[in-house]
């Protein structure tokens, strides 16, 4: 699909925005190696100068991993950021990949349980989570079985056409996470989509269910998609291994008893697999985000 760039996109208070993407566009053709380098590099600069979201990762690290020590836990936030400052890099790269860079760069398990859930004809819901490296693995998992994606729509118009310029150049269908219709349309014709339901987005269409031990607003439209799409849902993971940089895309099934037909059941059953998966390498998960700055009714902001 083309996207044709609006000219109102040229206008001089978009300048900076552009240059942004220049900048990211460098960044995209440097060496695997350099974009490593950089990317830690970035990480460090990020934890020192921006406070606020190095209190955010450290509140979430405190909460998540009590059983860790004070070292322990301020290793594993030094860790997150950099993991982050190279997922900054690896984002630049998905945008502007030219696929033979990457197909050889990646190993990828499990892709039998989508071949079982389309045995039928039934579309496949992938549920995962933002990982750091979310667009350029999401990339790897469609070359080997091409897929959606549901995303949310950037703020900036400029960073809207570029990001959507990159993704509609490999998937099958990019959709706005508002757009349910198109979502159902496509479960229901067969298709796989990719939704990453681990954020939070508030109280509207949000349940409370333990998330690293923490009551945590978590989306119900993981199973009414499962059910208005009727389609299956297989859970997927990705990793970076840190010492051979190899990237690994980990299917699997999801609970067989989901959906419930119960809201707070399912989010519950969704939440646990999403934390095995994060477990695995924590510090690959995109901590700098409030996951739990909705709080039930009567509790005070744990930010």
């Known amino acids: 699909m083309k996207t044709t760039i609006d000219p109102s996109l040229l206008h001089p208070k978009y300048w900076l925005s552009w240059l942004a993407i220049l900048l990211l566009r460098i960044v995209a053709i440097l060496p695997f190696r350099a974009?490593?380098?950089?990317?830690?590099?970035?990480?460090?600069?990020?934890?020192?100068?921006?406070?606020?979201?190095?209190?955010?990762?450290?509140?979430?690290?405190?909460?998540?991993?009590?059983?860790?020590?004070?070292?322990?836990?301020?290793?594993?936030?030094?860790?997150?950021f950099a993991a982050n400052g190279i997922g900054f890099f690896e984002i630049a790269w998905a945008w502007w990949a030219n696929i033979k860079d990457i197909e050889q760069r990646y190993d990828i398990e499990g892709l039998e349980h989508i071949e079982a859930a389309k045995a039928d004809g039934s579309?496949?819901?992938?549920?995962?989570?933002?990982?750091?490296?979310?667009?350029?693995?999401?990339?790897?998992?469609?070359?080997?079985?091409?897929?959606?994606?549901?995303?949310?729509?950037?703020?900036n118009p400029v960073f809207e056409y570029i990001i959507t310029k990159g993704r509609n150049r490999f998937f099958e269908n990019v959709i706005e996470r508002s757009d349910?219709?198109?979502?159902?349309?496509?479960?229901?014709?067969?298709?796989?989509?990719?939704?990453s339901p681990d954020q939070d987005f508030g109280r509207d269409q949000a349940v409370f269910a333990p998330f690293f031990g923490i009551q945590a607003a978590t989306l119900v439209a993981t199973s009414r998609l499962a059910k208005m799409g009727r389609s299956k849902p297989v859970g997927i993971?990705?990793?970076?291994?840190?010492?051979?940089?190899?990237?690994?895309?980990?299917?699997?099934?999801?609970?067989?008893?989901?959906p419930t037909g119960d809201d707070q059941k399912d989010a519950t059953l969704i939440n646990a697999m999403l934390e095995k998966a994060i477990r695995v390498?924590?510090?690959?998960?995109?901590?700098?985000?409030?996951?739990?700055?909705?709080?039930?009714?009567?509790?005070p902001s744990l930010y």
């Open 123 to 155: 579309g496949v819901l992938l549920v995962g989570a933002h990982f750091v490296h979310l667009d350029l693995c999401g990339l790897m998992a469609n070359h080997s079985s091409p897929m959606g994606v549901i995303y949310r729509k950037n703020n």
């Open 180 to 195: 349910m219709r198109n979502i159902v349309r496509q479960l229901r014709d067969g298709k796989s989509i990719w939704y």
């Open 281 to 299: 390498q924590p510090e690959q998960y995109m901590w700098v985000h409030r996951r739990f700055k909705t709080r039930p009714e009567g509790e």
């Open 35 to 80: 974009k490593l380098i950089a990317g830690q590099g970035l990480g460090w600069l990020v934890f020192h100068l921006v406070k606020k979201r190095r209190h955010t990762v450290q509140t979430n690290v405190r909460l998540c991993f009590p059983e860790l020590n004070a070292i322990q836990q301020k290793k594993m936030v030094r860790d997150i």
């Open 237 to 258: 993971a990705h990793y970076r291994d840190p010492v051979t940089h190899r990237y690994r895309i980990v299917l699997t099934p999801v609970n067989e008893a989901f």
